[in-house]
């Protein structure tokens, strides 16, 4: 399952790349590759810098000081020490709906956030499954892959953008250029499979954080019942939470209604039901 997920995160950021490159040249040359690339950079590139601050204020959450939650801290410290890394800053938010995401361009501004209504619907050891699995996405250095593939997915919307405002306005008519109602077709659909094969690479990445997670704990079922858990309580409480935001937490804040079959191509998160199974399934083969 390891092997399967990191060859599926390789072959997305690649698709993602050469996808950038295809819809560059065809859409606008090298310039209009140029262009969107930087673009895409720079606007992801500002984000990503600032995603510890970002994530943080837009949580309304404050960092849990010595002498509160100790046991939590306790948790996150020893977490981190099994994944060899630093221990990251422990924030809570008031948000009363259980959930919690993980932020920051390296290990030293990292930063895990639990919300208050987290630490009332769990017990300590589902807790720790959850601080487990935000660990394992820093130590996988998920927040640098998300921000490499918002950053291709951002410069591909660009490059669309640009042809389609040139086709629309004083676009090329010379019959030897691209025909303009393609342009215009490749230009709407484009920013939609780059969306695609980014919600993709999400999910694959939230099923490789479980897995690293359970394995920083020794065992899966404190993870699995606690996103069962909170897969249960999130549709019963909402989040007001900025969409771009609903990616980093555990699972989708924005979730309420049961989704169909072709509805979760557009899903961040993978479906509960398979991340726990993959969950238990490997404590079976572990078992076996």
């Given at each position: 399952?390891?092997t399967?997920?990191t060859?599926?995160?390789v072959?997305l950021?690649?698709?993602?790349?050469?996808f950038m490159?295809?819809?560059?040249?065809?859409?606008?040359?090298?310039?209009g590759?140029?262009?969107?690339l930087?673009?895409g950079?720079g606007i992801?590139?500002a984000?990503?810098?600032?995603?510890?601050k970002?994530?943080?204020?837009?949580?309304r959450?404050?960092e849990?000081?010595?002498g509160?939650?100790d046991?939590l801290?306790e948790?996150?410290?020893?977490?981190?020490?099994?994944?060899?890394m630093?221990t990251?800053?422990?924030?809570?938010?008031?948000?009363?709906q259980?959930?919690?995401f993980a932020?920051?361009?390296?290990?030293k501004?990292?930063?895990?956030c639990v919300?208050?209504?987290?630490?009332?619907?769990?017990d300590?050891s589902?807790?720790?499954?959850v601080?487990?699995h935000?660990?394992?996405?820093i130590?996988?250095?998920d927040?640098l892959?998300g921000?490499?593939?918002?950053?291709?997915a951002?410069?591909i919307?660009?490059i669309?953008?640009l042809?389609?405002?040139?086709?629309?306005f004083?676009?090329?008519?010379?019959d030897?250029g691209?025909?303009p109602a393609?342009?215009?077709?490749?230009?709407?659909?484009?920013?939609?499979?780059?969306?695609?094969?980014?919600?993709?690479?999400?999910?694959?990445?939230?099923?490789?954080?479980?897995?690293?997670g359970?394995e920083?704990?020794?065992?899966?079922?404190p993870?699995?019942?606690a996103?069962?858990k909170?897969?249960?309580t999130?549709?019963?409480?909402?989040?007001?939470?900025d969409?771009?935001?609903?990616t980093a937490?555990?699972v989708n804040?924005l979730?309420g209604?049961?989704?169909?079959?072709f509805?979760?191509l557009?899903?961040?998160?993978?479906?509960?039901?398979e991340?726990i199974a993959?969950?238990?399934?490997?404590?079976?083969?572990?078992?076996?």
């Amino acid at each position: 399952m390891h092997t399967s997920n990191t060859l599926k995160t390789v072959v997305l950021l690649s698709g993602l790349a050469g996808f950038m490159v295809l819809v560059g040249t065809l859409l606008g040359g090298t310039t209009g590759l140029v262009i969107g690339l930087l673009f895409g950079l720079g606007i992801v590139g500002a984000s990503y810098w600032s995603s510890d601050k970002l994530a943080v204020k837009a949580a309304r959450a404050t960092e849990v000081a010595p002498g509160q939650l100790d046991w939590l801290r306790e948790d996150l410290a020893t977490i981190a020490r099994r994944a060899n890394m630093h221990t990251p800053r422990l924030f809570i938010s008031p948000d009363p709906q259980p959930n919690a995401f993980a932020t920051g361009r390296n290990e030293k501004t990292a930063v895990v956030c639990v919300t208050a209504g987290l630490l009332q619907v769990l017990d300590r050891s589902e807790v720790r499954g959850v601080v487990a699995h935000e660990v394992a996405h820093i130590r996988n250095k998920d927040i640098l892959i998300g921000s490499i593939a918002a950053a291709v997915a951002t410069a591909i919307s660009a490059i669309a953008n640009l042809a389609l405002f040139a086709g629309m306005f004083g676009g090329n008519s010379d019959d030897d250029g691209p025909n303009p109602a393609v342009t215009m077709l490749l230009a709407i659909l484009a920013p939609m499979a780059a969306g695609l094969m980014q919600m993709a690479l999400s999910r694959s990445r939230e099923f490789e954080a479980d897995r690293i997670g359970a394995e920083l704990l020794g065992d899966p079922r404190p993870l699995a019942s606690a996103l069962a858990k909170l897969d249960r309580t999130s549709k019963q409480i909402p989040m007001d939470v900025d969409p771009a935001h609903a990616t980093a937490y555990i699972v989708n804040p924005l979730t309420g209604r049961k989704q169909a079959d072709f509805a979760k191509l557009f899903m961040t998160h993978p479906p509960m039901e398979e991340r726990i199974a993959r969950l238990l399934g490997a404590r079976t083969q572990v078992a076996a």
